[in-house]
């Protein structure tokens, strides 16, 4: 009879609900986590379990990117500069004109080696294709993938809905127990309020996970308070009326019923407390994407307002087109820094603190912390351990603090698994096919002669 049970032990085990536990151990009993504690205390009978010793290693809750997207790994590096309309008019096209299926799953397959590689193992990603939940599913990952809708033009909305139905109908008959579909009404400059509220409406009908990009911009804000800006001209020089329509981003959504369908909401920059108590009123989550939002010069979300209204929230890397890395202990470590230069004290968010929303924050926001986010027994075994033993992290004091601050970027995952299923094993992923990171080189040719033809 195969041996079903594993015993993980390493120097410290991180469980996030409770302290760090040194010489700790995690047992793992056909899936799920059946111990966690001391390895000098854990129980069993000789030859019922394969033991694995992870030595000088961090061993935590697998991390949970609560915003990405997958199928934008094609266009690493490549949007590099642009302003924030640019960025997305470049992005459509090239989407419309050269994104084959067969690059979408490549993109989708490289970003999911990526995240495993640094130890992520729940992924909220917002796509245009299928392609990103047929690549999940492929390797065995856990997640959600939000398809996204568009339709900026009211009279766009029972068509872009119709289709929305049928997309997401096609791809529910694929879920799984780890990788579920959803629907995401893109952003209030690309979504009118009517489109807004049937996708709410069929959110909540089908009891299907919603989420949207909101109050990422300063030019978003101007267009759904004062109906002005830049996204409002594009619109009225394509025919669309354009008007004032709440007084932030966040009403929008609270007016369209969105925020009654407890949207996963996506950055929430420009809000304020009047904003964060809707949102917790509401039961909504947010995910917050610090190195996206500085990188396109959005700003430093409110982070603070968030957990002081108690909202669940996750982090997330957004996608590598704005990103250029898909790494949530960097991200972590970003938002600790952020939110210190933000609030002008040392330590604003802690290390720890900065792991809790990279695990069990995540696990909230995406309403799946009944199973994963944490080390405690009963849960699912979605397990990620980062080797300590790395020569620029000694002295070594606190593993949290050496996990965000100083071992970010720097390390990846040694032991990766979900649900217990070993998708990284000594540092190696365990599935799938590395030749796709080749296939992506080769791509660059054809994103190359695409800007020199479009600029020619
Ligand atoms: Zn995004």
Not at 209 to 214: G, K, L, S, T
Not at 308 to 331: C, F, K, P, Q, W
Not at 433 to 444: F, I, K, Y
């Amino acid at each position: 009879m195969p041996v079903s049970r594993t015993l993980y032990t390493a120097d410290w085990v991180l469980p996030i609900a409770t302290a760090p536990i040194r010489d700790g151990a995690v047992l793992v009993d056909a899936g799920r986590i059946a111990y966690v504690g001391a390895a000098s205390a854990v129980t069993y009978e000789p030859g019922s379990v394969r033991t694995v010793a992870l030595g000088h290693a961090a061993l935590l809750p697998g991390l949970v990117n609560a915003h990405s997207h997958l199928e934008l790994t094609a266009l690493r590096g490549f949007l590099e500069g642009l302003d924030f309309r640019d960025w997305l008019r470049t992005l459509t096209l090239i989407r419309r004109d050269l994104m084959t299926d067969a690059v979408l799953l490549d993109a989708s397959r490289a970003g999911i080696r990526e995240a495993l590689r640094n130890g992520i193992t729940c992924l909220a990603d917002t796509t245009d294709s299928a392609a990103p939940l047929a690549a999940m599913r492929e390797y065995g990952m856990r997640g959600i993938g939000y398809v996204e809708v568009f339709g900026p033009d009211p009279r766009q909305c029972a068509e872009a809905i119709a289709q929305l139905r049928t997309r997401v109908h096609e791809a529910r008959a694929h879920d799984t127990s780890r990788v579920r579909v959803g629907v995401s009404p893109h952003a209030p400059y690309t979504v009118s309020s009517a489109l807004f509220r049937a996708t709410a409406e069929l959110a909540r009908a089908d009891a299907l996970p919603i989420a949207v990009h909101i109050a990422e911009s300063p030019g978003e804000l101007l267009f759904v308070r004062d109906g002005a800006g830049p996204f409002a001209d594009r619109l009225r020089a394509r025919g669309i009326d354009v008007a004032p329509q709440a007084r932030s981003p966040i009403a929008l959504l609270d007016d369209a019923g969105v925020l009654a369908a407890r949207p996963l909401l996506i950055h929430v920059i420009q809000a304020d407390d009047h904003d964060f108590a809707r949102i917790a009123d509401a039961g909504a989550s947010i995910v917050h994407c610090p190195i996206s939002n500085a990188k396109l010069g959005h700003g430093i979300a409110p982070l603070d307002r968030m957990l002081a209204h108690g909202i669940a929230t996750g982090l997330g890397t957004d996608s590598v087109a704005s990103n250029d890395r898909m790494d949530l202990l960097s991200e972590a470590r970003q938002a600790t820094l952020l939110q210190s230069l933000r609030l002008g004290v040392p330590d604003a968010l802690t290390a720890h603190a900065a792991l809790a929303l990279a695990t069990r924050g995540g696990a909230e926001a995406l309403g799946l912390s009944a199973r994963i986010g944490t080390l405690e027994v009963g849960k699912d075994a979605d397990l990620a351990a980062f080797p300590l033993d790395h020569a620029d992290a000694q002295p070594l004091f606190d593993p949290a603090v050496a996990l965000v601050h100083v071992l970010a970027g720097k390390v990846g995952a040694v032991l990766v698994t979900v649900e217990g299923e070993e998708l990284v094993r000594q540092g190696t992923i365990v599935p799938g096919d590395e030749t796709v990171s080749l296939r992506l080189r080769a791509w660059r040719d054809r994103l190359q002669q695409w800007r020199e033809a479009s600029t020619a």
